[in-house]
């Protein structure tokens, strides 16, 4: 079945930029999203890609879509740390609604 | 953006009870909604998705008989834990779909924590 991977942690000091990375197997990809979660909240989403697309920039957030490799990432520029989360990325595959999540990656901003 | 709600957020029960959890399209009108479970430092899994009258379809290997769905409005979606296990407790996330969605986009609930004692 389709598999979504991430690291699991990242750390970073406050004002660098995060770059979030994340591999997904299933080539019929129409949608990749990125979304976030806070503690004890549920999900946010934060920005998506149409899988014809390589880049999306919105304010601090930066998304690269290489297709051929599979490989989605997740740039945050200024990392505040109100930006300490966990950062799922998920993929749609053609024709279904359903998301395959990744396990997340927990983003820990130090001051 | 569209507004997802659950209630209750949080709840605590002894074990053997059953326990309802209801998830809600504020401003929008939602076919399908989708029911995820998620364990501590785990992806959310999708346990089933839930289709406005009619019988929800589950993922393999949940059980419907112990998560029973139901869609009975296009805003209401509820799931019920029943006889509810402390290996049930979880975090339950809801998601519905606004629409047809330009990108399919799914709006979360804010999640209900479940824990059984």
């Known amino acids: 079945g389709e598999d979504v991977e991430q690291s699991l942690f990242l750390s970073v000091r406050e004002g660098d930029s995060s770059v979030i990375n994340c591999t997904y197997t299933?080539?019929?990809?129409?949608?990749l999203y990125w979304y976030k979660q806070e503690p004890g909240a549920g999900l946010q989403l934060l920005t998506y890609?149409?899988?014809?697309?390589d880049m999306k920039q919105d304010q601090r957030l930066t998304v690269l879509l290489n297709k051929k490799d599979k490989h989605l990432s997740l740039r945050i520029a200024d990392t505040q740390t109100g930006d300490s989360a966990i950062y799922f990325c998920?993929?749609?595959?053609?024709?279904?609604?359903?998301?395959?999540f990744g396990k997340g990656t927990k983003l820990s901003v130090i001051p | 953006g569209a507004v997802v709600s659950q209630h209750p957020s949080r709840v605590i029960c002894k074990s053997g009870t059953s326990v309802k959890i209801e998830c809600r399209s504020l401003?929008?009108?939602?076919?399908?909604m989708f029911w995820y479970r998620q364990f501590p430092k785990q992806s959310l899994m999708l346990m089933a998705t839930?289709?406005?009258?009619?019988?929800?379809?589950?993922e393999q290997g949940v059980e419907k008989d112990k998560f029973l769905i139901n869609h009975a409005s296009l805003t209401l979606s509820t799931l019920t834990v029943t006889s509810a296990h402390p290996e049930d407790s979880s975090f339950y996330i809801c998601?519905?779909?606004?629409?047809?969605?330009?990108?399919?986009?799914?709006?979360f609930g804010e999640g209900s924590r479940l824990t059984v004692l």
């Open positions: 890609i149409f899988s014809n697309m």
């Open positions: 998601s519905a779909r606004e629409g047809v969605g330009l990108a399919g986009e799914l709006f």
């Open positions: 299933d080539s019929s990809s129409t949608y």
């Open positions: 998920a993929e749609k595959e053609a024709g279904s609604y359903q998301l395959t």
């Open positions: 839930s289709n406005e009258g009619s019988k929800a379809t589950y």
């Open positions: 401003d929008f009108q939602a076919t399908t």
